[in-house]
């Protein structure tokens, strides 16, 4: 695949070519051809598989242009050749396993990716696969076929994993976690997909599918939510409590509705207009770290980060905001996804150490609807008096009241199918009207009273690694042209110039 100065290459075929006038007879002549498939951006961020068929006046050449072809796609390292795949069969419109099969696995098989496919038989087996008995030293990588809460899940497993095979316990606060050596590729197959939105721009499986193809990757930060120095769960999108914690606890009862489970425990939970008092309490990140109303793009913060990263920042202080909240949320990214294209936090990045925490105190009816309905358009959704948003490198939430801790387990606990906390605390809360529940990536935590804090990824490895690989396709493509320079003559495409 020729995405990132990479082509696969089917040896020379012989392929026979018409010369001459249309009407006239035309002499034979023998070419030799084979087809280079690459990857074609389109619109809204989509890509697409194209092919170019390029013919040689010899077999010799031919042959000389595909070992030259494969000799730079040898050099991208980057790129997975053999992958383990979990397809959520229940997500979504329980499409997941006909888009793999449709979509992914014939572009799988041409760029000569080998993939073992697991369809989960319930909840949780994809984590408990990896946390337990996958091998996972023959993979370049995972795949996730589904949504937010199947991504979530197999993150769990994989840093489960991570932390079990180098004898760290993850349910320490403060625990230095190693990290994954294994990258996570999202198929977007479930019901809002903002992982996977926010990251690709798409949820467009195809799109999906090329990315992992061609090797790219994006760091992102973990969060890590505890109560009372438990562990309870990792997040990576969104961490929401009241509104959106609210939808998430009433959708889980309309699951046979799929995505559009949303919009109607979305409308309930509008209507409900419900209110939680708390304390909130968090560490702004340094200045340099922008602020969520910047409206800076992404990568060229990342890169400024980085170069002011280096040099040591202003050490902030905890600033302590108590009251009623409609919505509390921390958006570890934009969260952006199909039906909030921008997403809740439009200027969070995806690996600075940091996440935007939205508050949204007691309003009207009225103007939590244009709150709202600004995430929708291009108007800024920070810009009302009962809303603030701070940059965070780590925050607490305590509510008013104490949560009754009562039950000793979850049987009695309104669950999400197969839902069951990572680390949770030896005893569990019961939900109550004063109380609403974390929405973590799409899962339920039932604990009100939270320390959330944030991974830092390496940003200067990380732009030193986009580098890295950018100079190499330069060098790629320059030898590339250097090839076409000596045969330009004898060389052509048959179904389009490729332009490396
Ligand atoms: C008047 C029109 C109002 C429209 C409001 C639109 C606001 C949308 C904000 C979207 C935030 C999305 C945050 C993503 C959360 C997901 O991790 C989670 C689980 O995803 P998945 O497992 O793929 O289903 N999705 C949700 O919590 C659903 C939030 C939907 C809120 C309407
Ligand atoms: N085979 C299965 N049966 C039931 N639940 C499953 C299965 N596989 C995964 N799950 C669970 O389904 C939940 C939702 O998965 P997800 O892909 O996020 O769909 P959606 O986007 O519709 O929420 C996840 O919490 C996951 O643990
Ligand atoms: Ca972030």
């Known amino acids: ?3 990132h100065g990479a082509a696969i290459a089917y040896p020379g075929c012989l392929w026979e070519q018409r010369q001459g006038h249309p009407g006239q007879f035309a002499s034979l002549s023998q070419v030799f051809c084979f087809p280079v498939f690459y990857v074609k951006r389109t619109k809204n961020h989509q890509w697409r598989c194209n092919e170019a068929t390029f013919s040689c006046s010899s077999a010799e050449l031919c042959e000389q242009w595909i070992q030259v072809t494969r000799e730079q796609l040898s050099l991208l390292t980057n790129r997975p050749k053999r992958l383990l795949v979990y397809i959520n069969p229940f997500g979504g419109k329980r ?43 023959q993979y370049d990588g995972v795949v996730c076929v589904g949504g937010d809460g199947m991504f979530s899940e197999i993150l769990h497993g994989l840093v ?34 903002c992982i996977c939105f926010a990251t690709v721009g798409t949820n467009d499986p195809v799109t999906s599918a090329l990315h992992i193809i ?10 890590s939510v505890h109560h009372n120095d438990v562990f309870l769960r990792y997040s990576v999108s969104l961490l929401g409590y009241g509104f959106y914690g609210d939808v998430l606890a009433d959708s889980e009862k309309k699951r046979w509705l799929g995505p559009a489970r949303y919009d109607l425990s979305g409308v309930k939970a509008f209507l409900c207009h419900n209110y939680y008092k708390g304390t909130v309490s968090f560490l702004p990140a340094e200045d340099n770290l922008g602020h969520p109303r910047d409206k800076m793009q992404f990568l ?23 009251g009623k909240f409609i919505a509390i949320n921390a958006a570890n990214m934009s969260c952006a996804c199909p039906r909030s294209p921008k997403g809740l936090s439009p200027s969070a990045h995806l690996a600075d150490g940091t996440a935007d925490l939205i508050l949204v105190r007691k ?10 309905l600004r995430h929708t358009n291009t108007d800024d959704q920070f810009d009302h008096s009962f809303v ?54 799409g899962e339920i935590l039932h604990h009100a009273a939270i320390q959330v804090r944030l991974a830092i990824h390496n940003i200067a490895e990380t732009v030193k690694r986009k580098i890295k690989l950018r100079l190499h396709l330069i060098t790629a493509k320059v030898s590339c042209l250097k090839a076409l320079g000596k045969t330009d003559s004898a060389l052509m495409t048959h179904n389009s110039l490729l332009k490396c």
């Open 214 to 223: 061609i090797g790219d990757s994006q760091p992102m930060d973990v969060c």
């Open 300 to 322: 060229c913060l990342l890169v400024s980060k980085w170069f002011h990263s280096c040099v040591a920042v202003s050490s902030s202080s905890w600033k302590v905001i108590c």
């Open 363 to 372: 309003c009207s009816r009225l103007d939590f609807f244009r709150h709202l």
């Open 95 to 137: 499409r997941g396993k006909r888009i793999y099969e449709e979509k992914v696995a014939p572009v799988f098989q041409q760029a000569g990716i080998s993939a073992d496919v697991i369809v989960t038989e319930r909840a949780n087996h994809a984590r408990d696969h990896l946390t337990t008995e996958a091998n996972l030293q």
């Open 1 to 3: 695949f020729w995405g």
């Open 388 to 441: 603030e948003v701070h940059r965070v490198k780590k925050f607490h939430f305590e509510p008013l009241d104490p949560q009754p801790l009562l039950l000793e387990n979850q049987s009695e606990l309104p669950k999400k199918p197969g839902f069951c906390p990572m680390g949770s605390a030896q005893t569990t809360c019961i939900p109550s009207a004063a109380h609403s529940s974390w929405n973590c990536d």
């Open 160 to 193: 489960a994993r991570t932390q079990n095979d180098n004898k760290v316990d993850q349910n320490r606060p403060g625990a230095e976690l190693k990290p994954c050596m294994l990258r996570i590729g999202i198929i977007p197959a479930g019901s809002t997909d």
